[in-house]
């Protein structure tokens, strides 16, 4: 039995609590710690508390302390059975409690230890293994990275060497010079021939319509003459000193519609027989669209068709 009964301790049942707590004190897990008995042994101090703080006339249990004790309105029993519940509750019941909490707490904390080495160890196979993977995908890459290369570089040289032929550079200059050359040229359709025509002052005559008077480097007839297959009336080509006056010109060329005697003369750039043939077609995809789509408006800019709504 407890050595101590009264209101306070009987709180407590002393025969489960001294099975479970004092009897199993040096359980090695501390498996008997009871929650219940916190509660119970906290309840017993505080009704303890409880009484001497209203003996003493005081508030905080920080103020039972000897002058508020040792005076003549307590006598010696009623302090001395306070002193000896006081003990009985932190000797019988605190302590071994305290003890079995310590106990448990310190066997959770070898199994946390346990589990958190046991984690490390299976990041460190993870991370690990991962490294192999990498190292794996990452010989995986180069061979085929070095495949490639190689793959690429032997195309490219054989197709730099076929590129690079004298008869391939060649024709490549030639392409570059004809173009270059072209740039400067404009082609006019539509002016009638004569016997005996002085090209370039009929050349000016419908550039000056156009409010422009460049230079003309050169002008000639394009083309074979009638009775050898050619057109009724061949084109006239010219060439003036930059590019820029080529297309100022053909940006005012559409004037020549309002001219009187003119509206069948057009300008346009000296294409190669590729861009003709291609600008051929745009031509002809313009006029089925004219005669689809009568209510809009289709012209050609930048080799391209655009359509608009009139209005």
């Known amino acids: 039995m407890i050595p101590l009964d009264n209101e306070y301790t009987d709180l407590v049942p002393d025969s489960e609590f001294i099975e479970d707590v004092i009897g199993n004190a040096e359980d090695e897990f501390g498996e008997h710690y009871r929650s219940k008995y ?96 990498l190292g794996a995908v990452k010989t995986a890459v180069q061979t085929t990275v070095q495949s490639e290369m190689n793959s690429y570089s032997t195309v490219l040289r054989n197709t730099c060497n076929e590129a690079l032929a004298p008869r391939r550079m060649k024709a490549a ?29 009929k050349v000016s005559d419908v550039l000056q319509h156009l409010g422009e008077k460049p230079r003309i480097v050169n002008c000639c007839r394009m083309g074979k003459d009638v009775a050898d297959g050619g ?9 003036l000193a930059g590019t820029s006056l080529v297309r100022q010109i053909l940006i005012k060329t559409r004037r020549l ?43 050609i800019k930048n080799f391209k068709i655009v359509s608009s709504e009139k209005g």
């Open 38 to 133: 916190v509660s119970q042994i906290l309840a017993a101090s505080e009704m303890l508390s409880k009484e001497m703080l209203k003996a003493t006339g005081r508030e905080d249990v920080m103020d039972l302390q000897s002058p508020y004790l040792n005076t003549k309105s307590h006598n010696k029993d009623k302090l001395c059975g306070w002193l000896e519940t006081a003990c009985c509750i932190l000797n019988q019941f605190s302590t071994p409690l305290l003890s079995c909490a310590q106990k448990k707490i310190d066997h959770l904390t070898e199994e946390l230890i346990s589990h958190q080495n046991k984690i490390i160890d299976l990041q460190e196979k993870l991370i690990e293994k991962k490294d192999e993977e």
């Open 173 to 201: 200059l030639k392409s570059v010079t004809l173009d270059e050359d072209r740039s400067k040229n404009l082609i006019v359709y539509g002016l009638a021939e004569t016997k005996e025509e002085n090209l370039e002052e």
């Open 231 to 239: 057109p009724a009336v061949k084109p006239i080509k010219f060439t």
């Open 257 to 299: 519609r309002e001219v009187e005697g003119y509206t069948s003369v057009y300008i346009c750039p000296d294409r190669s027989a590729e861009n003709r043939l291609a600008f051929k077609k745009l031509v002809d995809e313009v006029k089925q669209r004219r005669t689809d789509e009568p209510s809009r408006v289709h012209v």
